[in-house]
Nanobody
């Protein structure tokens, strides 16, 4: 049974940092793309980053490039999202997700993902 469980969200001041974790079970992380997504109040879900299943290359949305870093610990079957220089516009519920479709190597399209965690709330505010 595929499960994804996010943790690490919270309240942080602008310019601060947080590290999110996504613990996976029921599948092997390095065999499937694993993405981080977010949904701000009143907005649609958007892709933040994705680690490719083919070579581990990580893609980022332009809005987070240079500030966010996604990484994967295969031994722990856990993915992380290190978020630095946080801005109020980063406030959102953050989700990790994966696709078990073997034809999908990497994507930041929410519609392409099959399994989702329940999300963790990140609030950036002074």
């Amino acid at each position: 049974q595929v499960q994804l469980v996010e943790s690490g969200g919270g309240l942080v001041q602008p310019g601060g940092s947080l590290r999110l974790s996504c613990a996976a079970s029921g599948f092997t992380l390095d065999s499937h793309p694993i993405g981080w997504f977010r949904q701000a109040p009143g907005k649609g879900r958007e892709g933040v980053s994705c680690i490719s299943s083919s070579d581990g290359f990580t893609y980022y949305a332009d809005s987070v490039k240079g500030r966010f870093t996604a990484s994967r610990d295969n031994a722990k079957n856990t993915v992380y999202l290190q978020m630095n220089s946080l801005k109020p516009e980063d406030t959102a519920v953050y989700y990790c997700a994966t696709s078990l479709d073997p034809s999908i190597i990497a994507t930041m399209s929410p519609r392409a993902m099959d399994y989702w965690g329940k999300g963790t709330l990140v609030t950036v505010s002074s």
